[in-house]
């Protein structure tokens, strides 16, 4: 590295890693970069840190932006949890039909809501 590529180190507060590159920096060791842009010492291989010069803390609105949801967005009009208590017999009835009685009583429901909207 020479002086005119000697970067200079910025000033993150309570930054552990800024701080070990500036004390490295300032030791004169050699330093070469890795395929990253890290700082590397150039005889041991150890490595020290990002380049001053190229990494910089990221802003609050880039932190925001840079967090990632998972799985499926969700729907705008999604269905809600809720508890409802059925006489056994009604429970009974629509467990009969097998897999997929939850969205029987769902539609029925929907239907019964629509049909009585009209009125």
Known sequence: MTAKEKPMAREYPNDAMTA???RALKSGRKMKRDADGWLVDA???ELIG???AIERS???PQLEKAVVRRGR???PDRKQTTTLRLPPDVLQYFRSFGPG???QISEILAN???KAGRR
């Open 43 to 45: 005889k041991t291989g």
């Open 73 to 75: 967005p969700p729907k």
């Open 112 to 114: 019964h809501v629509k």
């Open 58 to 60: 990221l802003t609050k």
């Open 101 to 103: 009685w939850q969205s």
């Open 50 to 52: 990002p380049d001053p």
């Open 20 to 22: 070990k590159v500036r």
